[in-house]
Nanobody
C-alpha cells in the first residue's frame, strides 16, 4: 500500500518561509518523479513543482519560480518543498504526489498517489 504523508505546513506572515516535507512508503521511491500541488478554497488543484526520479530535473509553476525549491532524498524516501518569500496568494492545502513517469511533469494526470495534504496559510 502506497502512503504519502506531508508535514511542515502552518501559519506564516507574508515574506516568511516554510519547508514542507513528504515521506513516501510502499513504493520504489527512486524510480519515479515526485510533485507538489496545491488547492485553494473554491479553486482547482494546481501544479506547484516537480522533480525527476534522480533529482536532476525540476519543473516549477511560473507563480513560484525563484521562490520555491523542490528537492528529494532517495535514501530517505522524502521530497521537500522549501518555500521562501511567501505571499498571501500562496495560501492553500499543499499535496505531494507520486508520478507514473520518471520526468518532472506538471500535468496532474501523470500522478497516481496523493497525500492527505497540509495547510499553508500566509497572512498579509
Amino acid at each position: 500500500q502506497v502512503q504519502l504523508v506531508e508535514s511542515g505546513g502552518g501559519l506564516v506572515q507574508a515574506g516568511g518561509s516554510l519547508r514542507l516535507s513528504c515521506s513516501v512508503s510502499g513504493r520504489t521511491f527512486s524510480r519515479y518523479a515526485m510533485g507538489w500541488f496545491r488547492q485553494a478554497p473554491g479553486k482547482e488543484r494546481e501544479f506547484v513543482a516537480a522533480i525527476s526520479w534522480s533529482g536532476g530535473g525540476t519543473n516549477y509553476a511560473d507563480s513560484v519560480k525563484g521562490r520555491f525549491t523542490i528537492s528529494r532524498d532517495n535514501a530517505k524516501n522524502t521530497v521537500d518543498l522549501q518555500m521562501n518569500s511567501l505571499k498571501p496568494e500562496d495560501t492553500a492545502v499543499y499535496y505531494c504526489a507520486t508520478s507514473r513517469q520518471t520526468y518532472a511533469s506538471g500535468n496532474r494526470y501523470n500522478y497516481d498517489y496523493w497525500g492527505q495534504g497540509t495547510q499553508v496559510t500566509v497572512s498579509s
